[in-house]
């Protein structure tokens, strides 16, 4: 639970404090001396009377009361030293920076657990255990290098890891990043990250609290609250960017169906941050790309005019950004000839406008005037202005600080030379400006500031199902797939429309039913999980005779139980499917069916509930997409029906929440119908 005392605290105490800065508990005490902490500050040390001229006590009996306590010590020390604090000296905030805890053995564990238990009692707030510590406003209390002044328009950042944190400041800095409050919450044995953000949303103000956050996540403890603070806080005006650790198809569980094969935690956190607005970073590197994107001028539209005396860096841009949806449009026209005339002789004004390696500082402010004012085709510019040595370059970098500030488009620097240009380059941060050190991560985090949407509705309109029916179904049945009959009724109380079959384990019977059925006909096994693998798929089935001799081959398959007999319907093969991963909503999976959804994994996830938006939107997503629209002379599928599907099995989890996983592979889509063929449900009970 955060409170005023964490973060404005009156007064703290180090206890571990020592006069060897190499020490944690030394550089700590430090840090919040150097930072200017202006509240009352001691030190328990038994061997010292005054630590870096700070009073020091022998125990932690003989200190005043203390709203922060900053820990220090050894692990098995702790328990006891919180509960004196918390008992006998008011404290009510606690930063515990000793590793041994839970991260170490079960002994850590129950330390761990202990000390929670102490500082809920009093209603207090635990950073930790395992941490590097918190900077606000108020004090620096991090025993860690390099400490970033406070900016109130810099940065909140939260990290679950603390060396990662460092990182992510060290790297921030040199680029021009700044940063206000500082998380790091490493064990999070009671504050999580979902905590803070919960308290920043229920305390935000847009006017003086910093409006760019920053997550590094190795755990997301409470994905519902992270989704609900981070949308609240975006709704309010906040802009978020996230990496989450830790989460490949290697770290997700065993599969059993072609969803489980192709989901993973990954595509989970990403629908996450997709609904909440957040914007997914994969490294350091993008997250400070995106951090520094998100402090210039928004970016209102895809057209990217990029302006460089560099052509190979122009090529790899256009690139990335043409990769990500984003557009390098041609100048071209009457505007384009007169810019061209105010240039050297061989530059190029047709984008990229490439101004050659002796580009002038007013030849770079006149193709920005123009980019501004003349091509309307231009959203906004990506200026790579390095240097090969041969001259200072510091008045085109002060031309661009200028046009920064002046101009309403966007503009973003890529700074290349940071050795070449090193001195030009600081100056132009002193400036309050950032840089980008490459032009393709730049490209890569404009394309995913720019397709991250604004943060999902809560209020989102479902189609109507039969919920009576499908609660009466998976009441009544057990845990692990679904029988085919019951797969069946929950498949048509959701109004998911299914090809009519047959399924009879006596051949006698199946024989008997066939004769109404029109061939070809397709018969599959019913038992075995992954039907194609087991080679219980036949197709072209003509005639009874061939239908027979089909029969006695697939009943013969380990764990047949039954042959089942459809119509062979033709069309494109698609697929959409359902996994829950604990804490979290359905995730909800669509893409191309067949076998081919494992081979090319051309997979759209989202978190239900999915609106009808949302769901259009996955479908347009899908690097398939254009079979889906019909291409070569091949007809298509029919997207209103598909979208419809995709929201039907959202309406059906969020009746059905025990569904764990699902998936209807194929659905056969010609322009007039879209009919699932085969579909797997899996059930756990008393799931959240």
């Avoid at 550089?27 to 020091?56: D, H, R, T, W, Y």
């Avoid at 951090?291 to 928004?298: E, H, L, M, S």
């Avoid at 062979?568 to 829950?580: N, T, Y």
């Avoid at 090319?600 to 938006?613: E, T, Y």
């Amino acid at each position: 639970m955060v409170n005023t005392q964490l973060l404005q605290p009156q007064s703290i105490v180090v206890i571990g404090g020592s006069n060897d800065t190499k020490k944690p508990g030394g550089n700590m005490l430090k840090n919040i001396i150097a930072g200017g902490f202006k509240g009352e500050l001691c030190v328990v040390n038994p061997k010292e009377e005054k630590v870096q001229g700070i009073k020091s006590f022998a125990t932690v009996e003989e200190i005043p009361d203390t709203d922060l306590a900053i820990l220090a010590i050894a692990a098995k020390y702790c328990p006891a030293t919180i509960k004196t604090l918390a008992t006998g000296k008011n404290t009510k905030a606690f930063i515990i920076i000793s590793a041994g805890f839970g991260e170490g053995d079960e002994q850590g564990k129950l330390w761990e657990e202990e000390i929670t238990k102490i500082v809920n009692s009093v209603n207090g707030c635990l950073i930790g255990p395992n941490c590097i510590g918190v900077i606000t406003e108020y004090y620096k209390g991090v025993f860690t290098a390099p400490v970033p002044p406070f900016s109130p328009k810099g940065c909140d950042l939260i990290s679950g890891s603390g060396a990662t944190a460092v990182f992510i400041m060290e790297a921030g800095m040199a680029l021009g990043v700044s940063f206000a409050n500082v998380f790091s919450t490493g064990n999070a044995a009671q504050t999580t990250v979902e905590d803070i953000l919960e308290y920043m949303d229920n305390h935000f103000n847009p006017e003086t609290d910093p409006l760019v956050k920053l997550l590094y996540l190795e755990t997301v403890s409470n994905p519902k609250k992270l989704l609900k603070h981070a949308a609240s806080l975006i709704k309010k005006g906040a802009k978020f960017a996230a990496i989450k650790a830790g989460s490949t198809a290697e770290g997700s569980r065993a599969a059993t169906s072609h969803t489980g094969a192709i989901a993973s935690s990954d595509m989970t956190v990403r629908a996450l941050f997709h609904k909440a607005g957040i914007v997914y970073c994969s490294s350091r590197e993008q997250l400070l790309s995106v951090a520094a994107i998100f402090n210039y001028k928004k970016l209102k539209g895809k057209n990217i005019a990029i302006i460089t005396h560099a052509g190979g860096s122009a090529v790899m841009l256009a690139d990335q950004l043409s990769k990500g949806g984003l557009k390098v449009p041609e100048i071209s026209g009457a505007d384009a000839e007169k810019l061209k005339s105010f240039l050297y002789p061989g530059s190029s004004v047709a984008n990229p406008i490439d101004f050659l390696a002796t580009g002038t500082a007013e030849q770079l402010g006149i193709i920005i005037d123009y980019c501004e004012h003349k091509f309307n085709n231009i959203d906004a510019m990506v200026v790579v202005f390095g240097s090969a040595g041969l001259f200072d370059v510091e008045n085109v970098y002060n031309v661009l600080s200028v046009k920064l500030e002046i101009c309403d488009k966007p503009i973003f620097p890529v700074l290349p030379s940071v050795i070449n240009a090193q001195r030009e380059i600081q100056s132009f941060l002193k400036k309050g400006h950032i840089h980008f050190p490459d032009e393709v991560v730049l490209g890569k985090a404009l394309a995913q500031v720019y397709n991250t949407p604004e943060p999902q509705s809560h209020k989102i309109a479902l189609p109507e199902i039969d919920v009576e029916k499908i609660r009466n179904i998976i009441d009544s049945a057990s845990e692990g797939y679904l029988t085919t009959s019951e797969t069946v009724g929950i498949m048509d109380a959701a109004g998911i429309p299914r090809v009519h079959e047959i399924v009879e384990n006596s051949k006698e019977k199946l024989l008997d039913t066939i004769e109404t059925t029109d061939f070809p006909v397709v018969m599959k096994v019913v038992g075995p999980l992954h039907k194609s693998d087991a080679q219980g798929v036949i197709l072209n089935i003509a005639n009874k005779d061939e239908a027979a001799e089909t029969f006695d081959t697939l009943i013969k398959i380990d764990s047949a139980t039954a042959v089942m007999v459809q119509p062979q319907l033709a069309g494109l093969e698609l697929f959409v499917g359902v996994m829950k991963e604990p804490g979290f909503n359905h995730t909800i999976l669509c893409g191309l069916g067949g076998i081919f959804i494992e081979v090319l994994n051309d997979v759209a996830a989202r978190l239900s509930p999915i609106s009808k938006n949302e769901a259009t939107k996955m479908v347009q997503s899908l690097r398939g997409y254009k079979l889906i629209q019909g291409a070569r002379g091949q007809k298509g599928a029919n997207e209103a029906i598909f979208v419809e599907i995709i929201q039907r099995l959202s309406a059906l989890v969020e009746a059905a929440p025990e569904i764990i996983e699902m998936d209807i592979n194929p659905l056969i889509g010609t322009q007039y119908a879209i009919t699932a063929v085969d579909a797997r449900i899996r059930i756990e009970k008393y799931k959240d």
